[in-house]
């Protein structure tokens, strides 16, 4: 564990806390994407599958049941909570699953370390990892005036990512057999999928003007 | 204590 893993690891747990706390202080879901929490449900049980099987530290076990826990009560609240699910701008969010899961699936099939059906669900976890943020991305791009906790989750969810490639420098420089390069060229993809966000995020945030991305 | 390989990464 090194300082920028747990960095990233907090930032990606802060995001989510932001998250919950927004959507319980405002009861709205206003501008969040039921697709991407879903995505993100299915990413967190495909890779912990390995909760049954082999225990890395108590860290590793209790982060990853937070991890479980909040995306689903995220994906309650706005399926079934008699206030927040109200909120929910389904006719906006409407990203097709099926463009993003199937890809990853084929992908992973093909492009895996282990033919074996945890390893295969561990690498189709990375790739629709890298691109499950794409829903949210296209609704933020469709709401005038996103409000300052959505831009915010959005934002501390690509600090993470970009702590974790700094992370896996760290790694390669200090572990002398570290390599995965299934997992890097993901984790770029993924932060490459952030740029345009942060640039808007940083250029509204320098001119003190409320976050909105151009179509 | 951990592993080598990204499995190790959440």
């Known amino acids: ?215 | 204590e951990e592993e080598e390989s990204g499995h190790d990464e959440l």
């Open chain 1, 1 to 215: 564990m090194n300082i920028f893993r747990l960095a990233g690891d907090m930032t990606h747990l802060l995001s989510i806390i932001v998250l919950l706390l927004k959507m319980n202080a405002t009861r709205s879901c206003r501008g969040v994407s039921l697709k991407t929490q879903e995505l993100y449900a299915v990413v967190f049980v495909c890779r912990y599958l390995d909760l049954f099987t082999n225990f890395i530290s108590l860290y590793n076990t209790v982060m990853k049941l937070i991890f479980l826990a909040s995306t689903f009560t995220i994906i309650y609240w706005m399926r079934f909570h008699k206030v927040i699910r109200v909120t929910y701008d389904r006719e906006q969010d409407t990203f097709r699953y099926q463009f993003l899961v199937l890809p990853c699936l084929v992908l992973a099939m093909v492009l895996n370390s282990e033919f074996t059906v945890m390893e295969v669900l561990w690498t189709f976890s990375i790739y629709l990892e890298a691109v499950a943020i794409l829903p949210q991305l296209v609704l933020l791009q469709r709401t005038n005036n996103i409000d300052n906790l959505t831009g915010n989750y959005v934002f501390l969810l690509g600090s993470y990512r970009a702590l974790y490639i700094l992370n896996w420098i760290y790694r390669f420089m200090t572990e002398p057999n570290y390599r995965q390069y299934l997992v890097w060229i993901s984790g770029i993809v993924q932060t490459i999928v952030y740029i345009d966000f942060f640039y808007y995020y940083i250029k509204s945030w320098r001119n003190n003007e409320k976050l909105s991305l151009p179509a």
